[in-house]
């Protein structure tokens, strides 16, 4: 058989199930093959492939990959390759090349059309970039595939010139897949009990669950947390691992997350972090000050993010998350009652929209937005926050998941355009029976407006949220506070191209509401947000709207910047507010 055939025909075996791809001349055989024994996607640009891919993985039982032809297909991929790479996400890319004969020799820069060494380019942001010169039988295939999903999850490159997607090969039918998964490093039965101890003698810990989490496990961390009573938080990556209705959930601390929580978890003596790696946008730019009073437990399968130097880990062990959460919650833990009541005043004294922005009489507040969005959103429904600015903080920081809520970003590289594709990504991955919920900003959401067309074609129940405010928020901010309003790139009087959104969308026949205050409550809104289908609102942002509270940074006389430690945010609580907590170091 077509040696083509035989890699499709074994992806299908390994439980692939779609690829998403932009057709190329360098993939022509692996193209139609893959038709025949998996789904096709096609997309209007590579990106969009990989991002899809992501967030397809992240909420489905199969798997996808993506398909890119040489050259600009590769080139056009890197930043979803990045994105996962820095995310730990599982992704396969397989890229086409040019024939073997037409490979550039060692000191030549091309001999093939739109011949790029794809495997040196992708090599420092992938588990393994491979070009293969010849068949390789099903069992070496394999191991290279499932490093994607092994140990630290990452992306995976396998490049196949033309001439080898097209060889004559015997049909290799000795391999069989294994049936069971290869088992990671567990902590060890005296670590977990030393781990228990040093919780049960705290008086004020906290369990903080990362993406690291399987999503696969979270109906039995459920009920073992509330039968154990665990004062839990999460990471924005696990913000869908624990549902905000468990009365123990303490929120997300993060640089830009919800006071309260920064709060709490500066007060805390032990902090067990479990699948995260506890990286800058969780500690704070000023890590030292993380956790002062605590303790920290690291649970990383990773042990060079254990050894990192930020913050300063007293305790860490590179093992399966997963594993030991399961059985830390198994074990006798103690009650933290006094520890929860104060944490439950903390939340209750501080409320999650501040009465410290600025929003315009003519715009919808994008706290109030956040907030009735919530309330109108089902448990069964996918939420899309988009990479960065204020429709990812915002939603990121306010939005309580419901139990059985997806919430899925991509925030460590937190690249604007990430949202449409990744939406249409995760809706494809739950079959399209699920309402996905995209917000994003339309800086953003311009980035890869033109999948678009990908969405309205596949006939995708994809509800979009464009956070209308001329331009880059967190930009404009920026500028605002360092340059004294010296503005430049970052909205339409500054020169940024952005389009009329009612025309745009009527390129592919599709109706747009704006959407004002009240909107909650609009019968054409509800119609629209509750019909299955792909439908698009337009939130009308103030581009003067403030975003407070938040971490304050100053430029010191040596020109480097210096933050705040997380709970001391802008503006700060009165001393009345402190004094009622009973806090005396924010």
Same mark, same amino acid.
């Given at each position: ?386 990479? !960065? @600015? ?7 920081? =306010? #939005? /309580? $998941?419901? *139990?059985?809520?997806? %919430?899925?970003? &991509? +925030? ?81 009087? !500054? @020169? ?7 025309? =745009? #969308? /009527? $390129?592919? *026949?599709?109706?747009? %509401?704006?959407? &004002? +205050? ?69």
């Amino acid at each position: 058989m077509k040696y083509s055939d035989q890699l499709a025909k074994f992806l299908k075996n390994l439980g692939y199930s779609h690829f998403f791809y932009v057709g190329g001349g360098n993939i022509m055989h692996l193209t139609e093959s893959m038709s025949r024994y998996l789904t096709g996607i096609p997309v209007i640009h590579e990106v969009a492939a990989g991002i899809a891919v992501e967030y397809f993985n992240e909420v489905s039982d199969r798997k996808a990959l993506a398909l890119v032809t040489a050259g600009p297909g590769l080139t056009n991929i890197i930043t979803a390759i990045s994105g996962s790479w820095l995310e730990s996400r599982e992704l396969l890319i397989i890229g086409g090349q040019v024939k073997t004969t037409d490979l550039m020799g060692e000191r030549m820069r091309s001999r093939g059309i739109q011949e790029i060494d794809g495997v040196s380019l992708v090599s420092s942001t992938t588990k393994l970039s491979k070009r293969l010169l010849h068949p390789i039988s099903s069992k070496d295939f394999y191991d290279i595939v499932k490093k994607s999903w092994s140990n630290r999850k990452g992306p995976v490159f396998i490049e196949i010139p033309l001439d080898i997607q097209a060889i004559e090969v015997e049909e290799d039918k000795k391999f069989v897949v294994p049936k069971n998964k290869e088992q990671l490093k567990i902590i060890d039965k005296s670590d977990l009990c030393s781990i228990v101890e040093m919780f049960n003698q705290s008086n004020n810990p906290i369990l903080l669950i990362g993406g690291g989490v399987n999503y696969s496990i979270v109906k039995k961390i459920r009920t073992l947390l509330i039968e154990k009573k665990v004062p839990v938080m999460t990471t924005y990556n696990g913000a869908d691992r624990v549902d905000s209705g468990n009365i123990f959930y303490l929120g997300r601390p993060n640089t830009w997350g919800q006071r309260a929580s920064n709060i709490i978890i500066q007060e805390s003596d032990l902090i067990l972090a479990v699948g995260t790696r506890l990286g800058l946008q969780q500690t704070g730019f000023n890590w030292q000050e993380f956790g002062r009073k605590a303790k920290i437990i690291q649970i990383d399968i990773d042990k060079y993010e254990l050894s990192k130097g930020h913050p300063i880990v007293d305790y860490g062990f590179p093992v399966d998350a997963n594993n030991f959460l399961l059985r830390f919650l198994q074990e006798d833990l103690e009650h933290k009652d006094s520890w929860l009541e104060f944490s439950r005043n903390v939340i209750n004294s501080i409320p999650r929209k501040e009465d410290v922005n600025n929003t315009g009489k003519d715009y919808i507040s994008p706290y109030d937005f956040v907030l009735e969005l919530e309330k109108l959103s089902k448990a069964s429904d996918i939420i899309i926050t988009c990479s !960065s @600015g204020s429709g990812f903080t915002l939603t990121m920081s =306010l #939005f /309580k $998941a419901k *139990n059985g809520q997806r %919430i899925i970003t &991509n +925030k460590s590289l937190a690249s604007m355009g990430y949202g449409l594709s990744g939406a249409i990504g995760a809706c494809i991955g739950a079959g399209n029976k699920r309402r996905t919920i995209l917000i994003e900003g339309d800086g953003g959401f311009a980035q890869n407006l033109q999948e678009i067309g990908t969405a309205n074609i596949n006939k995708l129940n994809i509800k979009i949220f464009i956070f209308d405010d001329c331009g880059h928020a967190s930009i404009r901010m920026t500028q605002k506070n360092y340059f004294n309003g010296k503005y430049l790139g970052c909205d339409i009087n !500054s @020169g940024l191209g952005l389009p009329n959104w009612k025309k =745009l #969308f /009527k $390129a592919w *026949n599709l109706e747009c %509401i704006e959407i &004002n +205050k009240g909107f909650f409550s609009s019968k054409e809104f509800l119609q629209a947000f509750n019909s299955k289908g792909l439908s698009v609102f337009i939130v009308r942002i103030d581009p003067e709207q403030t975003y407070f509270p938040k971490i304050s940074s100053r430029i010191t006389s040596t020109g480097n910047m210096e933050s705040n430690p997380i709970d001391k945010m802008t503006p700060e609580l009165s001393s009345d507010v402190l004094a009622k907590l009973n806090i005396n170091n924010v």
